[in-house]
């Protein structure tokens, strides 16, 4: 058994720590008998399981009482459309900043419910870049503002939370919650897909603040109401057991790795040696502002495409895999989660620098 | 460790050989040098992971090729809106045949969106009983019928599939998929939640007729229409893809077993001895006629229910747990799925005669 560097932007590498305890109760839980997928998620044991995820979640994001936490399924792709079913009560408008490709889903799919208005969008230079506050037409009137917070695909990240006012601003983190502190009392909701940053795909965190639950549109199919799942402590039906117990394990080993604080100052360290080696050489080159460059996905180009076969066919022979760009962007993409350990990114600047030599 | 004989209706046991296998496998899937939990779900990894398993599902149900089969989240309660959001085609009415608590739920999803008629209900009887095809009042301008083929709550089953003409026939078989051949051509649509008799909860395996397929109401929510997993291919968003890994492997094991023919002989064994074990006393008793019976879900009650707790009890003692019985219908339930070895019963009816005369 050889475990690679897994670069992959989601589903995405895991802490191996959690894989191990995984493997080693996967046929008895803590003396139970039987493995967390098989066990009621009414009984005593799958109980503490949850309670103890959701407990730590909120004291690692320091999640305020008035917010609920939600254990959900359907992806950020559902949210799309619980959005704008939920949160528009009753206003026929909402704001949707467009830093991307994901952003754009949403856009699509809130256009189909609502007037979904653009206060900022950096389509024209192929989304490089991240609109700063005074950029932002604001609509007052809007019911909410969405924005997605780091942009997988195009490698940028917002580094600031942008002031809606008393619009409540609603973030898709699916790539970036839990890589660094946030103060959740500026956002009306949160959200992420599990399979990036917090565990494996088929989870998704939705963390609202209450005053903005009890409001779906009267033909909001049950399971689309966020109000049934606050009211149901995410137990109305049987929810991704299995999804939620990996994704407390990542939380336990967030915490004895010291929390969002250590984790912000280890993937600023591994972003940044990454950049400098990018930004060190004309052999390779990032397209995105440095201001607006994104801690977890890491795009770069090399200046002869033609290499890229090559460059990726001998990274994974040293065990660095799914590096393959997007095709919106091309080249390569080092998603550095909080999984990839630092000694993954010095891997691969090492033979970054190695392959440069050889084919400069 | 010691594993437990583990009665629970669902989330329920699943074969221990299938959980040492995703336990080896769990760092590193097949020399891949990671976990099929990290793994992208377009690479060629997952992509053979999960054709395999769809081809495994179509091979052991015999699924004719006009249907589609799709891997989707959110349980049977987000089918309960689901199936009338894109199967009512522009009628505005279904009908419900109601055998239980799973019946009642979709007929109250059913409601929100058409007017639901109910051709047969045993309610009255706390529904201790199957409506048979000459007690179906089917209206052959219905959009669609639909059925639950096995109440886990109250442990009857439909041991015939309903003729309802050219009305498509859609049944919930969250419970008894996969645990005896039926004949898939006679359904328009089934569904069910895995977390039963497939795998982990978190997947919803849907099977439906192409022709059915393409129909949604203009504002369904396009992770709830159908025709975007059809044409994707489950893939239209990241599929919860360890749920289907380990789906993938219970189909594996199922064949190895000899397939579903070899699974109806040997869980009608099981059932069969439990509920002759039942009958043959007075200290025990079922509560539903016996040509209803689920090959399943054994519902039974001690004649003296001050007793139940001290049998739970003693049960857990050795090593047989999650008996206790829905509070619809009380006492005890011992679910059988196709992964609860002959000898769990065994041990369970061993436990039963020894109670009994300990006790009686």
């Known amino acids: 058994m050889s475990r690679v560097f897994n670069f992959s932007a989601g589903p995405a590498a895991l802490p191996e720590a959690v894989l191990r305890k995984a493997g080693e109760e996967i046929l008895d839980w803590h003396g139970s008998g039987m493995s967390v997928m098989e066990m009621s998620h009414r009984g005593k044991e799958f109980t503490a399981i949850i309670e103890k995820a959701e407990a730590d979640l909120r004291e690692l994001m320091q999640i305020p009482d008035d917010y609920s936490v ?114 959740v009392s500026k956002f009306g909701m949160i959200y992420a897909g599990a399979q990036k940053n917090i565990g494996p795909s088929g989870l998704t965190i939705v963390i609202v603040r209450n005053d903005l639950v009890g409001h779906a549109v009267d033909w909001c199919p049950t399971m689309f109401d966020y109000k049934t799942h606050v009211d149901a402590k995410s137990l109305y039906n049987t929810p991704p057991t299995y999804g939620i117990y990996i994704a407390g394990l990542v939380f336990e080993w967030l915490k004895e790795q010291g929390g969002l604080e250590a984790m912000a100052e280890l993937n600023q360290r591994k972003a940044n040696k990454l950049y400098e080696a990018i930004d060190g050489s004309d052999f390779y080159h990032s397209p995105v502002v440095p201001e607006d460059r994104s801690y977890m996905n890491v795009p770069f180009t090399l200046s002869n495409p033609d290499l890229d076969a090559t460059f990726l066919e001998e990274a994974g022979e040293k065990g660095l895999v799914a590096l393959k760009g997007h095709r919106s962007v091309g080249g390569m993409r080092a998603s550095i ?22 084919n400069a």
């Not at 990114?345 to 392959?355: G, K, P, T």
């Open 70 to 183: 939600l254990f959900l399924q359907g992806g950020a792709s559902s949210q799309f459309a619980m959005i704008p079913l939920n949160l528009l009560r009753g206003k026929g408008k909402a704001d949707y900043i467009n830093t991307g490709s994901w952003s754009k889903k949403a856009i699509s799919e809130g256009k189909r419910y609502c007037e979904a208005n653009v206060p900022a969008t950096a389509e024209a230079e192929n989304f490089t870049w991240i609109p700063k506050q005074d950029q932002l037409e604001l609509d007052p009137a809007a019911a909410y503002c969405h924005m997605t917070s780091n942009n997988t695909i195009f490698g940028t990240e917002f580094h600031y939370t942008p002031d809606t006012g008393d619009v409540p601003l609603v973030a898709d983190m699916s790539s970036d919650i839990l890589s660094r502190p946030i103060d």
């Open 337 to 358: 989660y909080n999984a990839m350990p630092e000694a993954g990114v010095d891997a691969l600047i090492d033979f970054m620098r190695d392959f440069e030599k050889r």
